[in-house]
């Protein structure tokens, strides 16, 4: 999605991490809208749409791709070089397949250096920081609470008595990204995404530890990868964008959905009608702010706030 007046962008932006599903997702999106784009690729991973990519980018004259290492400062600070906007997400080594303390020590580590990192960039004009609704949603007693917002974070304290290594991990990250910006001034939004289908789904996905909880709470929410970017695209080129933004585009909370969901994760399961156990949830998360946000983008009017 993109405003209909919209020009092809000379701007060059760098996407890190863009072995994963988003980050090559961005790539090919922003590519498409006319960025020069600095694909940096964590460790050993692979750029999915590399091939497509380059074919996009006239024979590769506007994808640079770079290795980068989310604990060598100097890697991501090259990677950055030059460019006036970074599309952030991490994900979970393939070396490391789950979420677990020593996963959210790395992910906060690799959000400071990062920030840091563009903080010292001084062709810097934005930072689109990829959290998740992991980040918003865990709490004590989440049915005392009015409907989730941006306002909204986890508990860490509960996160970590309950071992949701993910949620935790994001918590913590986005904080520590969010106190670097504000500190070294630098323009950053970030993007709380819902559990991201597609394909590479399973049930063994660290987001869904606590899934039976998510639904009962109302917050278990699901995005696409098209949707995803486009918002990330949107947040990132808006001038009025600011703060946290909850980006999901579908909610699960009726037993026909819950059953969907099951079959999404277990394709070869069999399919069972609604359990009577489950019960239509009222829905306790919202993405106004997105929404909104979303629409003026699409129609090229921006309301300051």
Not at 77 to 101: I, K, M
Not at 124 to 140: G, H, N, Q
Not at 220 to 232: G, M, S
Request: hydrophobic residues 40%; charged residues 25%.
């Amino acid at each position: 999605m993109a405003p209909a007046s919209s020009l092809p962008s000379s701007k060059t932006v760098c996407v890190m991490d863009a072995s994963g599903r988003l980050g090559s997702s961005l790539v090919e999106k922003l590519l498409q809208l006319g960025y020069t784009v600095h694909a940096s690729l964590f460790n050993n991973g692979d750029f999915h749409g590399c091939a497509k990519g380059l074919a996009l980018a006239e024979t590769g004259r506007r994808l640079r791709v770079f290795r980068s290492d989310p604990f060598d400062y100097h890697s991501i600070v090259d990677a950055v070089r030059g460019c006036s906007g970074l599309f952030y997400t991490f994900e979970t080594p393939q070396d490391q397949p789950s979420y677990d303390e020593f996963m959210v020590e790395m992910e906060v580590r690799a959000a400071h250096n990062v920030l840091e990192a563009c903080a010292q960039t001084d062709t810097m004009e934005r930072v689109v920081f990829t959290s998740s609704v992991t980040a918003v949603i865990w709490k004590e007693d989440p049915k005392l609470a009015d409907d989730f917002g941006e306002r909204d974070w986890s508990d860490p304290n509960f996160c970590r008595k309950f071992k949701l290594w993910h949620a935790l991990a994001k918590t913590l990250s986005e904080k520590t990204a969010w106190a670097l910006a504000m500190d070294r001034g630098v323009d950053m939004v970030s993007i709380n995404a819902g559990l991201l289908t597609g394909q590479e789904l399973s049930a063994s996905t660290p987001y869904l530890k606590g899934t039976p909880e998510m639904y009962e709470d109302g917050v278990l929410v699901t995005v696409d990868v098209e949707f995803l970017v486009d918002a990330h695209v949107c947040v990132y080129e808006c001038p009025s964008a600011f703060g946290r933004y909850l980006c999901f585009n579908h909610a699960v909370c009726r037993p026909e959905d819950a059953v969907k969901f099951s079959q999404m994760l277990n394709p070869s399961s069999p399919c069972h009608p609604p359990s009577n156990d489950l019960r239509v949830i009222q829905q306790k998360i919202q993405n106004k702010k997105l929404s909104k946000a979303m629409l003026e983008f699409a129609s090229g009017i921006y309301v300051e706030e």
